[in-house]
């Protein structure tokens, strides 16, 4: 697989929050920033942060408005999308993935603001 | 001026606050989305928010950590530093700019987190 090849794969597995599916396709050592918070080490880590991420929204789509490949690195321009309760939370995030010679991730950062996503999901466990 | 020139040299004319002759490397049609807020069309929009981030900085530096170029996209991971007091303000940013064939920005998105940003200037103010 190309390294975007590998990264469609990886959110594909996580639009149908087949957990260990994504977290297959990253480096053991994989690091993983959400800029706003602490970096995460390791897959045990990112299948906890992708559980919490996941597991209050009964539908996840990450629409992929723009990506760009350079070498091993894959970019794209996202809104991830969470369904609660009826409605869906929307994030725009910025993603950078570096992936090894082996097909496996071994950087996830993205760019976000937390206050969009906190906001939107007290309004909507409010509602629900 | 390729691409990656006109960034480059729109971001030294930022860090050497000379806003006239970064707003002059924008299309005046510019799109300028700070992602967490509303965006921003034209020139003038642009002066003010400039004015706005660079005013209360005594020195600007914006580090770019990674950069990515695609036809005419430029892609790059910033560490946007403001020195505020004695202190340095630091904004983890990633940006795209889109330039067109006249060297002109016509969009620059730019994706962080906003509390990272007002927690900082909150602090910085109140001991200055």
């Known amino acids: 697989m190309t390294p975007a090849e590998t990264v469609?794969?990886?959110?594909?597995?996580?639009e149908?929050?087949?957990?260990?599916?994504?977290?297959?396709?990253?480096?053991?050592?994989?690091?993983?920033e959400n800029v706003p918070i602490k970096p995460i080490t390791g897959r045990d880590g990112l299948t906890k942060t992708l559980e919490m991420f996941l597991g209050s929204a009964s539908e996840v789509e990450w629409r992929i408005d723009a990506q760009h490949v350079d070498g091993n690195r894959v970019i794209n321009e996202r809104?991830?999308?969470?369904?609660?309760?009826?409605s869906w939370l929307e994030?725009?995030?910025?993603?950078?993935?570096?992936?090894?010679?082996?097909?496996?991730?071994?950087l996830w950062r993205d760019y976000f603001?937390?206050?969009?996503?906190?906001?939107?999901?007290?309004?909507?466990s409010d509602q629900s």
Chains 1, 2 share one sequence.
């Open 8 to 14: 469609a794969a990886f959110i594909t597995a996580i």
């Open 16 to 32: 149908e929050k087949r957990i260990a599916d994504a977290v297959a396709l990253a480096h053991p050592d994989i690091s993983y």
């Open 79 to 86: 809104m991830d999308r969470f369904k609660i309760g009826d």
């Open 91 to 106: 994030l725009p995030c910025a993603g950078f993935f570096d992936v090894d010679e082996d097909g496996l991730i071994t």
């Open 113 to 124: 603001d937390m206050d969009t996503y906190q906001r939107q999901m007290s309004a909507l």
